[in-house]
């Protein structure tokens, strides 16, 4: 509509015609003497043609605010564009804390069109999407290619993203709706994919004009969104190359086949029915898919089982995944033969090694790499953590060895079986499977899983089908051990309060956790299991029966550890899973591929955790110094004492900070819990970090970051050196948010008693049930107060609580009232200019006191003016800002108010509002009043002006019948 009525469009034939409008779409159809036009809101293909807006402070009124973002990028008209913006030092994710999420909550209609969300602080800046959360929120380090150097600011990001052509690009081709059982997400390619898809498609078309066929090796390391980047390169193909494209997207594993083919759904590149018709089921229904016109086929490369020919079109391009050496044995020379004239990209989670030379031959060189490294440093993965917990086995027959070579020679083995007989003692198999090491491994997993901090989902990895079993079985007894061990404790007379808290929540964790077994099905399991004293039986019908995978993903499913040894390791994310019990020898990409499950970026979770029974650490490190080590060398999974040292250096932090506000944490430490002296130093701390606001903001980033490392630490003995002081500083934290109840109706509730608000959060009391009455702020004696604020010793905490109360009064007295908004703008210049030092304590109080006069006399102005409140409301907003009235005229506008809003309510009839017969009653109503009753001092553009307006509050504060807001207040 915008190119619409930019460029206009001839009303009938006779009229000339100025020529195609920009990004036309379609000829023109004659029709009752009229042309009929095809536009485009956005010309995709020359950004120039769009007109680009950056606005300023743009204002947006909602039902109960007005908001005015920072920045707002308009392309077309449209606000395509949301930047936040906070001075350095305060956090960037203030941003999106305390006013991103404000704006979604109250001008929604600003989002309607949005594309990208941008929250900086000059040095730290990050974007995201509508529905992401801070942690999905990510940063752009490069702009126009992979190997620049990566730097992270607000100018790299604005030229990465907002850019003319780049922006049009990442909305029209790098942004996709994925259907998730939680709701719809939106998905925004972040830097590597961005830039990996474009040189991937680059590459592909070099390779289409040379007719050689090899679109090159996309490699982005497990869990930075490889099945995304598919999906993002499959669809700007298809838009942006001419062809009748087919993409054939080839897997070497049933769960890879199935995860593929399910992102590709629940981002609506195909539908449901048309992804299962295009599933390859058999070799058969391969070649007559092939041979149809489908846009995507999806396929495990077995079922390429001759080299038949089954299509020779050049608009074929086969997307293989984890290109190994399935990819170039006999199976994909039968796929090169049925597809002759294909193009062939590889994307991969792990490089090419050692002996997979052969792949560069068949699919080219790298267009993209993203390695383990990198993904962690721009937070497209969290770190992983290492801790070895090997058992250790105690040998009781020092003759073991000779033992075994006397059995070998008695059962007069062939050279060929003696052959075998050694390739399996050196599987280490018989030792890994030992009963009693098996019990020692499940009761540590026990331990392990009820000690940790982030309490995350866990996969345990074992040797084969009936280790896994086995497995399973023991932790359900060690559980059940652990379980009653507790409800014993619990029941002890002399258990102490704290220490029942303690077990209370561990008893819930072992009665509601779930676990089950995940392993793909076999011919004669059940009796091959049996043999072994094992029942699968059971296992199998639930894994049959029911979703467990949609299970483990959903995170408030009790169902938390799962038992595996193939199933699960590639291709299944499940980002709350934090831990994976590796019992397994693995090496090279399925070891990497492995510990990736627990690489997902998920909200409280810091890192993730591989804890390694089968000493696979040597592995581990050859397997990172080819796949994940950035170019700097560095190996990106970390031992876990390294960990201990970033908590102990974040601890030192934290404790150098308070000092400088004389806040002496060790000495607190000191004092026995509960002692009084220890609740007067929690009350200087609290009253010390609590203002101003950016000092406060400082302190919780500080606790914040301690308290996700101490429990990203956890279960490690080492966390005991520092649980005094991670409990002070929480201590805290808590009392200061407790001071700062977000709820208003709590903090007015108890603005008359200062001193019990103080009491009742550092005690951690429970307010009264029967809650005081409610007051407002024309009821407290303001002389009383400012006497009480000089003789106070806890101004900090005092003036926080006066904000609190001026904050809520005022959100009650704008959304009844939007034209006193003038009223918020005052305070919140008040609170900036304290924060940045203009105004000291004494004098914000006093100027805080004087505005909550102002708010009082405001909230009764409507008795002084002889109307009601809502009569008010029409009253304002037909004098405000305009125009100047004598009294004769301020007392005809009183009449109008009082006549329109009578009018009114008997036009409001039931669902008015999705009745455009009852609003247009509204309409004309209103300007029928105004037009009738207005003094001479309105001009036609201001009455107009008027008209729109009160229609539009009458439309907000007056949803259905009989349901106002006024009520309400």
Known sequence: MYLLLKVSVPESDSTPHPGPLPGRGGEGVRSGGQKTEGVRVIDWEQPANNDFLLVSQFSVTGPLYTCRPDLVGFVNGLPLVVIELKKPGVPARAAFDENLTHYKAEIPQLFWFNALLIASNGTDSRVGSLTADWERFFEWKRIEREDEPRRVSLEVMLRGTCDRARLL?????????????????????????????????????????????RGGVFWQTQGSGKSFSMVFFA??????????????????????????????KATGAVSEAEGDQCH???SAHLRELLRGNHRYVFTLIHKFQTPELLCDRPDVIVLTDEAHRSQYDTLALNMRAALPKALFLAFTGTPLIAGEERTKDVFGDYVSIYDFQQSVEDGATVPLFYENRTPELQLVNPDLNEDIYNLIEAAELDPEQEAKLERELSRQYHILTRDDRLETVAQDIVRHFLGRGFVGKAMVVSIDKATALKMHDKVRKHWAAERERVQKELAAYNITPERKAELSKRLDVLRTTDMALIVSPGQNEIPLMKKLGLDIEAHRKRMNDEALDEKFKDTTDPLRIVFLCAMWLTGFDAPSCSTVYLDKPMRNHTLMQTIARANR?????????????????????????????????????KDKQKLVADLRKAIDAATTFCATRQVNLPAMEQLPTGDKRRLDRLDEAVNALISPDPLRREFLGHERIVNTLYGAVKPDPAALEFAGRVATLIAIADAIRAKLNPNPADIMEVMGDIGKLLDASITGVDMPAKPAPVMDLSKIDFEALRSRFKESKHKNTDLEILKAAIRAQLEKLIRLNKTRADFAETFEELIESYNAGSRNIEELFDELLKLSRNLSEEQQRHVRENVTEEELVIFDILTRPAPELSAEERTEVKKVARELLSRLKQLLVLNWRQKSSARSQLKLAIEDTLDTGLPRAYDKPLYAQKCSALFEHIYESYPERDAEIYGAA
């Open 169 to 213: 690009d990442l909305v029209e081709n790098f942004t996709l709706f994925s259907e998730h059982k939680a709701g719809l997400v939106k998905v925004i390619g972040q830097n590597h994919q961005f830039l990996g898809v474009n040189n991937a498609i680059a590459s592909m078309l070099a390779a289409r004009k040379l007719g050689h066929g």
């Open 235 to 264: 669809q700007k193909v298809l838009r942006k190359v001419a062809g009748n494209w087919t993409f054939v997207v080839v897997t070497d594993r049933v769960e890879l086949d199935d995860q593929i083919a399910k992102t590709f």
């Open 280 to 282: 390859a089921a058999s």
């Open 601 to 637: 970026v998920f909200p409280g979770k810091h890192s993730g955790m591989i804890v390694d029974y089968a000493n696979v650490f040597a592995s581990l490190e050859k397997a990172l110094a080819i796949y994940g080590a950035g170019k700097d060398g560095k190996n990106p999974v």
